[in-house]
């Protein structure tokens, strides 16, 4: 990885980002223009990158055990939150968006933009990227975080919150394609699936730009300081110091902790306003961490390298 190309290129993306939120702030797109974007990378793009990403691609140890990593840290970090909050004497909506704010980042939609331009020429990245994804943040997030937000609200958790995720486009997309990485596909198809995964970088931060809220950032800069400390230090510290006892590749360890590095996910927001936590906190928090990563991303690519 040369880290003076790729600085450029990871730029370029988080240029796309403040068009989409350019778009939105002198009316050339709604923010309800995201749902519809939404859709177009969660049930066509997005499958379609991963697929092409993991396609004939081997699966080694190390990008199986990574994800692990990545839960456990997660959860220690969730449960700092949860001391931070205490001592921040938050109500328990709060608490829980707290937590998942801090925990889950957007590893997914802002991500695999990320990996793909910091390691343009090895293709392992971004299938160590999507397992990470996958694995360690969203079936954690679908499960985990509902489980903490519903808590908060004080409804019960139902496990057909965990199978709505299960049966969305994205991880049976997954699963399929690692079934399939080895089986001989026409090259018309692939060049298909190609043509779609290549709208997912720019439709991805547009939706992001188009999500972003100052919402109650004003409201919270105790709480916001504190998850911009647990997500963009913390967990990837902690994944940084741990990923070396897998005894992984070096490119599998460096996406394990640029993964963790990632802001909070914007569907961390839809979790918490979903399932009673406190969705104005973390859409203000995401707000925040989102812009910040401007500045942590390329020093951690820095770091890394």
């Known amino acids: 990885m040369q880290i003076g190309d790729t600085l450029p290129t990871v730029a370029s993306i988080f240029l796309l980002l403040l068009?989409?939120?350019?778009?939105?702030?002198?009316?050339?797109?709604?923010?309800?223009d995201a749902s519809v974007v939404n859709s177009l990378v969660v049930n066509l793009t997005m499958p379609a990158f991963i697929f092409v990403s993991i396609h004939s691609r081997p699966i080694k140890p190390g990008m199986l055990q990574a994800p692990i990593v990545g839960f456990v840290m997660e959860m220690v970090v969730m449960g700092l939150a949860y001391l931070m909050a205490i001592l921040l004497r938050l109500d328990r909506r709060t608490t829980a968006a707290l937590m998942?704010?801090?925990?889950?980042?957007?590893?997914?939609?802002?991500?695999?933009?990320?990996?793909?331009?910091?390691?343009?020429?090895?293709k392992n990245a971004l299938l160590c990227a999507v397992m990470f994804d996958e694995f360690a943040m969203a079936l954690a997030l679908n499960s985990v975080g509902v489980a903490v937000a519903t808590a908060a609200s004080g409804t019960k958790f139902e496990w057909g919150n965990v199978l709505e995720f299960l049966r969305s486009p994205l991880f049976p997309a997954t699963i399929v394609s690692l079934l399939l990485r080895n089986v001989a596909i026409p090259r018309f198809l692939i060049s298909t699936l190609e043509y779609l995964a290549a709208g997912t970088v720019p439709l991805a931060m547009i939706s992001i730009g188009l999500s972003l809220s100052t919402g109650a950032v004003r409201n919270y800069p105790r709480a916001i300081a504190v998850a911009l400390v647990l997500k963009m230090i913390v967990l990837p510290s902690l994944v940084w110091l741990t990923v070396p006892a897998i005894n992984a590749d070096k490119i599998v360890r460096q996406v394990a902790i640029l993964e963790s590095s990632m802001p909070s996910a914007v569907f961390s927001g839809v979790i918490a306003s979903r399932f009673g936590a406190n969705g104005a906190f973390a859409a203000a928090a995401?707000?925040?961490?989102?812009?910040?990563?401007?500045?942590f991303i390329p020093l951690m690519l820095t770091l890394i390298t």
Not at 20 to 31: I, P, S, W
Not at 286 to 295: D, E, G, K, P
């Open 286 to 295: 995401i707000f925040v961490l989102t812009l910040c990563s401007v500045i």
């Open 100 to 122: 998942l704010v801090s925990a889950f980042g957007n590893t997914g939609f802002l991500g695999y933009p990320v990996v793909t331009a910091a390691f343009p020429d090895d």
């Open 19 to 32: 068009v989409g939120y350019a778009a939105k702030r002198f009316g050339a797109l709604k923010a309800s």
